[in-house]
């Protein structure tokens, strides 16, 4: 009997220890499968995320950036739809690596600077800041200026003979205004304009809501309002956005902004979005926003088209 128990444990001895080998054997092929895959091309840090702010002009640059990458690269992306204060803290934890953002909200969100009002100078210092501290690197800038502007029915401008916000102060008593009362009572907003440029129009009108301004213009109650200089709306509604001939705006102008260590893992990338470079206006970013605001088209879709007519992807 206790033969048969001394056989018995070695047994099992034997066969743990077999399944110990197996185990330890089973591990080793496990890691080399994954560096493996880590050499060729397919692992999880191959994959760029692009964040999208969620909104019509946000969602056609991000897809703009993942069919460059696509094209041009081995690499693959996902795109996220998070909203600032996400996106940001995603870009932070190294969930994001990409986006498209404006100068003036990195200079005043992200930074929290005082307002510069020279595109150069904002540029600069938003470069240097977020290299400095938060390891991001911004490239060029795409063309556009998403600011606000100053925008006026394009007949009566037209007929008056109007260009700039100067040569609208000479003739706005004879026309009406409309904002929002937000807008009005915010120190850094139309005080300054009004200050600045000495408008005095006719009247000015609270209209609370965007949409319903664009609604007084189109039924003739307004003739003016402030607006963001890529809407798709300002066609539509028959707006010219006069130039701000003495920078009261603050420059919003569009570049993609990258983690550096991505760059670093990933050089390529920066020549690929910098593809972008000065080559979309104010008017081209609102024609392509109507395409998806106006139109109801798919971002992507959009953005293909894009590209391909301007013979950025094959």
């Not at 807008?183 to 009108?205: A, C, F, H, Q, V």
């Not at 570049?255 to 081209?284: C, F, G, Y």
Request: hydrophobic share 40%; aromatic share 8%; net charge negative.
């Amino acid at each position: 009997m206790k033969t048969f128990f001394k056989f018995n444990n070695w047994r099992k001895a034997k066969i743990n220890l077999f399944a110990a080998m197996m185990a330890i054997l089973l591990f080793v092929i496990t890691g080399c499968g994954a560096q493996d895959e880590k050499a060729s091309g397919s692992s999880k840090t191959d994959t760029i995320v692009i964040a999208t702010k969620g909104f019509a002009e946000s969602d056609i640059l991000a897809n703009l950036e993942k069919l460059l990458i696509e094209n041009d690269t081995d690499l693959k992306t996902e795109v996220k739809t998070l909203d600032n204060k996400l996106l940001w803290d995603a870009i932070k934890a190294g969930k994001a690596d990409t986006y498209v953002e404006y100068t003036g909200t990195a200079l005043l969100n992200l930074l929290k600077e005082d307002p510069i009002f020279d595109a150069d100078q904002v540029y600069e210092v938003v470069s240097k800041g977020l290299h400095e501290k938060h390891h991001l690197k911004i490239l060029e800038p795409i063309g556009f200026n998403n600011t606000y502007g100053l925008a006026v029915k394009k007949e009566t401008a037209d007929k008056l003979s109007i260009h700039s916000i100067s040569d609208l102060a000479k003739v706005s008593d004879e026309l009406v205004f409309g904002a929002s009362q937000e807008y009005l009572n915010r120190p850094d907003s139309w005080p300054i304009i009004e200050k600045t440029y000495g408008l005095k129009y006719k009247e000015i009108k609270t209209i609370q809501e965007q949409s319903l301004q664009y609604q007084a213009v189109k039924q003739n109650l307004i003739d003016s309002m402030i607006v963001y200089s890529t809407d798709s709306k300002i066609s539509e509604s028959g707006l010219t956005v006069l130039k701000d001939d003495k920078n009261v705006f603050l420059p919003y102008y569009a570049a993609p902004l990258i983690r550096e260590s991505v760059l670093k893992e990933h050089p390529e990338l920066e020549k690929t979005l910098n593809k972008l470079a000065n080559k979309i206006t104010d008017e081209e970013m609102q024609k392509l926003n109507g395409e998806v605001d106006l139109k109801q088209r798919p971002p992507l879709d959009v953005a293909k088209e894009w590209l391909n007519e301007q013979g950025l992807i094959k």
